[in-house]
């Protein structure tokens, strides 16, 4: 092996450190903005809650800016092994985990926090507080849809790259083929919300979380298979 292909392995290996540890980023972000907005959007008497809380849903805004950011500059360290077994693949992936997919966080954390300065307003407002309540009611369920609509877009995204990891064998096989059955158990579920079906089916999106989270977790700890690295340079 020559000194370049030694310097790409080491460039690979801190590539998937890089990626692993974005994927965590983002996941817990993720989770964490789920926590600390639970209790928030229960009832209709939600903008006074927020009005009483806005640092809460403020700081749930900052998790969905940060997993968006994390999750869409992780695949900018997959692409460059990825593209050698598949240009195409590899570009979907950056395309649907990187701008389309942020877009919709964005969107998120923009609505978030529109969210409290209506909450301040209608709190306010007086009489005049019904039509801001309307307004909040619309938001709110702005919000709700934008979750089962981003979560085709992830799907997309996230199957390149199980895909990828499986004709590359980056990774163990094992996690692409669970990340696989997972992303068909979450989007079974989204695609039930998405069309209002009132099931308590939360827990078909566990098996991908955990997933992800032990597929970082592999990436920082193992990197990419040093074997398969190598086949990917020597190839292309």
């Given at each position: 092996?020559?000194?370049?292909?030694?310097?790409?392995?080491?460039?690979?290996?801190?590539?998937?450190?890089?990626?692993?540890?974005?994927?965590?980023?983002?996941?817990?972000?993720?989770?964490?903005?789920?926590?600390?907005?639970?209790?928030?959007?229960?009832?209709?008497?939600?903008?006074?809650?927020?009005?009483?809380?806005?640092?809460?849903?403020?700081?749930?805004?900052?998790?969905i800016l940060i997993m968006g950011l994390s999750l869409a500059a992780m695949p900018i360290f997959l692409y460059p092994l990825f593209r050698?077994?598949?240009?195409?693949?590899?570009?979907?992936?950056?395309?649907?985990?990187?701008?389309?997919?942020?877009?919709?966080?964005?969107?998120?954390?923009?609505?978030?926090?529109?969210?409290?300065l209506v909450s301040k307003e209608f709190a306010a407002a007086g009489?005049?507080?019904?039509?801001?309540?309307?307004?909040?009611?619309?938001?709110?369920?702005?919000?709700?849809?934008?979750?089962?609509?981003?979560?085709?877009?992830?799907?997309?995204?996230?199957?390149?790259?199980?895909?990828?990891?499986?004709?590359?064998?980056?990774?163990?096989?094992?996690?692409?083929?669970?990340?696989?059955?997972?992303?068909?158990?979450?989007?079974?579920?989204?695609?039930?919300?998405?069309?209002?079906?009132?099931?308590?089916?939360?827990?078909?999106?566990?098996?991908?979380?955990?997933?992800?989270?032990?597929?970082?977790?592999?990436?920082?700890?193992?990197?990419?298979?040093?074997?398969?690295?190598?086949?990917?340079?020597?190839?292309?």
């Amino acid at each position: 092996m020559t000194n370049n292909e030694t310097n790409k392995i080491k460039t690979y290996r801190i590539n998937a450190a890089v990626a692993g540890v974005l994927y965590i980023i983002g996941t817990v972000a993720g989770v964490l903005s789920l926590v600390v907005t639970k209790d928030l959007f229960a009832g209709e008497d939600f903008l006074i809650r927020i009005f009483a809380n806005p640092i809460l849903l403020n700081l749930g805004a900052f998790f969905i800016l940060i997993m968006g950011l994390s999750l869409a500059a992780m695949p900018i360290f997959l692409y460059p092994l990825f593209r050698k077994k598949s240009e195409a693949m590899a570009l979907g992936m950056v395309i649907f985990r990187g701008p389309i997919e942020a877009s919709g966080y964005f969107l998120s954390v923009v609505n978030w926090l529109l969210l409290v300065l209506v909450s301040k307003e209608f709190a306010a407002a007086g009489s005049e507080a019904a039509s801001l309540q309307a307004i909040g009611n619309v938001m709110l369920q702005f919000g709700d849809r934008v979750g089962p609509a981003l979560s085709f877009v992830f799907i997309i995204g996230a199957m390149f790259i199980y895909i990828l990891f499986y004709l590359t064998k980056l990774i163990p096989r094992w996690i692409s083929v669970w990340g696989m059955i997972g992303s068909v158990l979450y989007i079974a579920y989204y695609f039930m919300k998405f069309f209002d079906f009132s099931l308590n089916l939360g827990f078909l999106v566990l098996p991908l979380a955990i997933q992800e989270m032990i597929m970082g977790l592999w990436l920082v700890i193992k990197g990419f298979n040093k074997t398969a690295v190598e086949e990917l340079i020597t190839d292309k």
